[in-house]
């Protein structure tokens, strides 16, 4: 099945601290994990991605954790500041067919406390 | 490099009419893929076009239609508007057809 869940459904973290975003899938069918940060009124904005030939991929202050085996991902926000607070989107686009067709998970709202 | 545009920003049309929104990709990409945004069923995939070809469609009813001109540029048509189209229409554009997506700002578009 192509699904993808998400959680928490909404995250609360004071500033400075760590923030843990995760994921799953149910089947092998994906090959590209993106996250996408979205604030209101404006369109998801990529993140930070990784393909499954790798555990993990630091980008600034993101950290995406990949594990295979458990068909789970994981961001990591390191120092979370104010300014994150945000929605943010896992996806997975499946490896059969042309495609780049993205499966989103339900999103989590971050809020990140002064 | 200039963004994903999407116009018209805000629209409300009332049920049993037809809209058309548009998108302009970032100039270079050849994909465009739109999607649907609701606070109940999240982000959700329409369909997909690359080199004026749909690739990819999702599952909507074929009230929802689309295409592709030979600049990239791409629009979509919604037929006999539902209360349930209510939504944050979004476009993202990409180079290739596996390759990172980049979003526009969306059309909100509210069917009375």
């Known amino acids: 099945q192509q699904q993808v869940k998400q959680s928490p459904q909404s995250l609360i973290v004071q500033k400075g601290g760590i923030s843990i975003i995760n994921c799953a899938y149910e089947?092998?069918?994906?090959?590209?994990f993106p996250w996408y940060q979205q604030f209101p009124g404006k369109g998801p904005a990529l993140l930070i991605a990784?393909?499954?030939?790798?555990s993990e991929k630091k980008e600034g202050r993101f950290t995406i954790s990949f594990n295979k085996s458990a068909k789970q991902f994981s961001l990591h926000i390191m120092d979370s500041q104010p300014g994150d607070s945000a929605t943010y989107f896992c996806?997975?686009?499946?490896?059969?067919?042309?495609?780049?067709?993205?499966?989103f998970g339900q999103g989590t709202t971050l809020q990140v406390k002064p | 490099k200039a963004g994903v545009t999407q116009t018209p920003r805000y629209l409300i049309k009332t049920r049993g009419q037809q809209v058309t929104l548009s998108c302009s990709p970032i100039?270079?990409?050849?994909?465009v893929s739109w999607y649907q945004q609701t606070p109940g069923q999240g982000l959700q995939f329409l369909f997909e076009?690359?080199?004026?070809?749909?690739?990819n469609k999702g599952n909507f009813p074929g009230r929802f239609s689309g295409r592709q001109f030979s600049n990239s540029r791409s629009e979509m048509n919604v037929s006999t508007l539902e209360l349930g189209d209510s939504a944050l229409y979004l476009c993202?554009?990409?180079?290739?057809?596996?390759?990172?997506?980049?979003f526009g700002p969306g059309t909100r578009l509210t069917v009375l």
């Open positions: 076009y690359f080199s004026e070809t749909q690739r």
């Open positions: 993202a554009s990409s180079p290739g057809t596996r390759t990172e997506q980049f």
């Open positions: 100039s270079g990409h050849r994909s």
């Open positions: 996806a997975a686009s499946p490896l059969s067919g042309n495609t780049g067709k993205l499966i």
């Open positions: 990784i393909r499954p030939d790798v």
């Open positions: 089947n092998t069918a994906f090959d590209y």
